[in-house]
């Protein structure tokens, strides 16, 4: 029970060092209960403390499913960044997006948001320290100097707020030690991999009151993809990434934390792949880019530039009573992609794209928690955001048309929220919860469009747009303990998504404002440590209810079709999720997990292919057809509204599961460790607007491990890894922009590597 929270110590040896291994592939920590003395060689699991509701908790306490990726884990050799997660948790996909290299795909349990634009909020919202990321281009985590990260599965909308329908990413950075010290890593790899990474601790000094802390990273990749055409590399990545944290504590009771972060990553790439369409322009590819995933055919080398910068700070205030907390943000993104997004050589150009973006967005958050250790316990505060950005997209969907858009949008949120935990009963908790939420959203768009170096008055448009909405996210859970080692629970949650805007629509009929997204959901769970706490076994069983789900439909735009967002259906997601983690013995470890989904379309009827007609009937119509306007003139063309309830849900595989597998040999010189994962996901649709073959990811398990010689004394280790070891060709995403081909964006294949690690 959360009112009588254990704290298990950690011995310093072999228990620590299996802590370690399985940090690299799963969210388990070992240790040993002090308090037991003539038990002392067993390893055990340990407490796992998060922060997932604003206050540090066991994480078998809270009546939510967290998988909680440690230091180890997400720092893997290997890993760059929050895709190196994947498949480590049921029911939960990490990709990148595919089209454009800087933004990642995150799904959970069925829900998934990849759209690069800026204007469309992310259905996942990732916290860095305390402080709301806007911008889904700002969320691929280059994962260094990282204590934890925390992956909260569904609507956190009480606690975390907007955009939190199907969970969280919640970063804690880590922070300064109270002893000097520090740590260099270098990784070498396959495909040009160099990267150092490297921290460095003060210690604590000015009489106890102050500690620092400074980390790097620089990573230099080669990629593993050409393009056929310039002979370049493709998929590469150069990152240069600093953090600094600086801890105050000026009296006994407060203690301040001041996080700054600053990232550069210029990516060459994507690499797509382009499937047969049945087009003379597909024919007139190289034979080579046709036949091989690894090779692509473009006029020219797309990139990615991108900047980001972070301030995080935070304070609390004890009192007898509770703790103050204040969290003030900020960040910012720009960044540059120059794109070709048929995939095509010819015609020349054709859909080459340019976004020149950047932002700024400020967020401040005040709340009290009270003293735990009491019958009732309670989180409340206050918060506010404001985040503005602005963009400049140039496309050329052919060689004689050119279309101009310059970008504008601010925006701002208020919310107030509480969250209270009533222990009624010795072996019950209620707890009860609510967010009210403001958004409002101002709107600028300036489209203008050319045709042989000739502006276009009926296809051009300027507007002004303002919208807002506003929500209550309340939930309640019911927790039963009926005793130490097990926690039943159920809940009842909401999530709520504002709506807004199209960045890439070109008429005043394709730019909105669409309305907000809501979903309800339900959860039944079980959480317990099993003999003697060698075993942990979580079962959770949901069901969510989405209300209005906001996604991408092909429409006319103004020079060519083009994907929008809009209010296009209802959709039901139901499934369960098991994770079992054991330790047999001192030196060996366990650990899987599975999950089953059912995702599915609720009501959809919606035009989603924007292939326009003179309005005659077609299969499977379920509403009228609509007149096409293009800037509110009629076209003489007709969307017809067909039943899409047999799409597939992009990015919901029904089944999912890995196995883990951990082992130390003692030697007279150290520990010699070794790791081996399998991570199975079962075939699903990347895409979500077609059931067309080539969007599919086919079934496939991928198996990872490494081998690891450590000093007994902690202070070096060599390790050699690798990553999908029977190398396979995996799809990470795909996508098709307006009428072009479908393109595949593929993940790297085989690739081995040494790391050394040096602490002092």
Known sequence: MKKNTMNFGVRPSRAVLIAALLGSAAPIAVGQDNAQQNDEDEARLSTVTVTAQKREENLQDVPIVITAFSEDTVEAPGAVDITGLNGLSPNVVLQTQGLVPNVPMVAIRGISHSDPDPNSDPKVSTIIDGVYVPFAAGTMLDLFDVERVELIKGPQGTLFGKNNLAGTLNVITSRPTDEAGGEVRLTLGENGLRQVRAKLNTGRFADDRLAAKIAMNVREYDGYSTNIITGSDLNT?????????????????????????????????PAGHVTDNGSAAYLLLPEEARNNVRVAAYNFDPFVETET??????????????????????????????????????????????????????????RFASDTGTSFDYVAGVYASKDEFRQQNTVYPSPVVLSTSDLQQDSQSLAVFAQGDWQFAEQWILTLGGRYTEDEK???????????????????FSDTLNASWSNFTPRAALQYSPNENVNLYGSVSTGYKGGGFNSRGTTAESVGPYDEETVTAYEIGMKSDLF???????????????????????????????????????IQTAGFEVEWQWLPTDNLSLAANFSYLDAKFEEFCQDSDGAFTDGSPEPGQCAPAQEVLLNGNPTGLFSVPVDGTGLDLQNAPPYSGSILIDHVWPISLGEIKSHIDFRYTDKYNT???????????????????????????ERWEVKVYGRNLTDEEVISGSARAGTAPIIQYYQPPRELGVELSLRF
């Not at 607007?689 to 081998?707: E, K, T």
């Open 442 to 460: 101002d709107y600028f768009i300036d489209a203008d469009v050319f045709v042989n170096g000739t502006f276009i008055p009926p296809s051009s």
């Open 687 to 713: 895409w979500g607007r077609s059931n067309d073959p080539a969007y599919y990811r086919d079934s496939v398990i991928l198996v990872n491990g490494h081998i690891a010689l450590a000093s007994l004394d």
């Open 237 to 269: 990545s150069d990152v240069t990434a600093f953090r600094g944290a600086v801890t105050f504590d000026p009296t006994d009771n407060i203690r301040s934390t001041l996080v700054v972060d600053t990232l550069k990553d210029d990516t060459v790439g």
């Open 309 to 366: 910068t972070g301030v995080s700070w935070t304070t609390d205030w004890d009192h007898s009573f509770g703790t103050f907390t204040s969290v003030f943000g900020y960040r910012s993104l720009a960044y540059l992609n120059v794109g070709d997004f048929d995939g095509l050589t010819a015609p020349e150009p054709g859909l080459h794209v340019t976004r020149d973006f950047e932002s700024d967005a400020y967020s401040a958050e005040l």
């Open 532 to 570: 003697n706490r060698t075993m942990r076994l979580n079962l959770a069983a949901f069901l969510n209810d989405y209300r209005d789900f906001q996604g991408s439909v092909t429409k006319a735009g103004a020079v060519r079709a083009e994907n929008v967002t809009s209010n296009i259906a209802d």
